[in-house]
C-alpha cells in the first residue's frame, strides 16, 4: 500500500512539473519579436530656384526694330532685341516686347520721319498683345533706341497701359552717337518709379560686335547686383 501511494505522489509531481514547462520559450534579453514599425524614409525637397539671381523676379519690356537702321543696314533682329535677349538670358528673365499695331516703314528715312511726327505730335501708337501684369515683378528692365533724342513713342503707350508707379526700372538703350539723352530722367518723370543707372550702347556693337556687347551687359547687371 505504502509504495502505491508513492507511486502516486510521484507521477502527481511530474504531471504539475510538465505544466510548468509547456508554455512558449523564455526571450533573451534586449530582443523582440515583434516587427520594427514601419517608417517612410525622408524624401529629398525639390530644390528651390530664385526666377531671377539674387532671389528676385525680372521681366524684360523692349522695344525694338529691324529692317532698315542707321551704321547697320538692313537688319533681321533689332539692335535693342539682342540687348534684351542677352538680360534676359542672364537673369533668367520674362520679356515682353512691345510691337506698335502698325509697323514702321522698312526704310530708314521714311520710318524716321514718322518717328519724328509721333514725338512731335505726342502721339500714343496703338500697340498689340496682352500687357504683362508687373506686380510680382521686383525689377523691370526696359529697353529701347534712341529715336530724336527720347524712347519710341509706342513705350509711353505702354507707360499708358502699365502701372509702374514705384517699381524699380533698368533701362538700357541703343543709340549712335547721342547717348543715354536724359531718357532715363523721362522714365522716371513718366512712371515715377526708380529708375536705376542704365546701359546705353551703340547700336552697331550691339549688332556686330556680340561679344564685347555681352561683356558690357554682364558688368552693368553685376553693378546692379542682379548677377554675381
Known sequence: MKRFFALLTL???ALILTACGGGAPAKSAG???APAPKTDAPKAETPKKDAAPGGKRALVVYFSRADENYGVGVIEKGNTRILAEMIAEATGADT???KPAKSYPKE????TEVAKKEKNDNARPEIVGTMPDVSGYDVIFLG????WGDLPMPCYTFFDK???EGKTIAPFCTHEGSGLSGTDRYIADTTKAKVTEALEMKGTTAQNSRDEAKKEVLAWLKKLGYVK
Request: aromatic share 24%; proline share 10%.
Open 31 to 33: 530582443t523582440s519579436s
Open 11 to 13: 507521477t502527481f509531481c
Open 162 to 164: 502699365v502701372k509702374l
Open 96 to 98: 515682353f516686347e512691345i
Open 144 to 147: 529701347y533706341p534712341i529715336w
Open 108 to 111: 530708314y528715312t521714311p520710318a
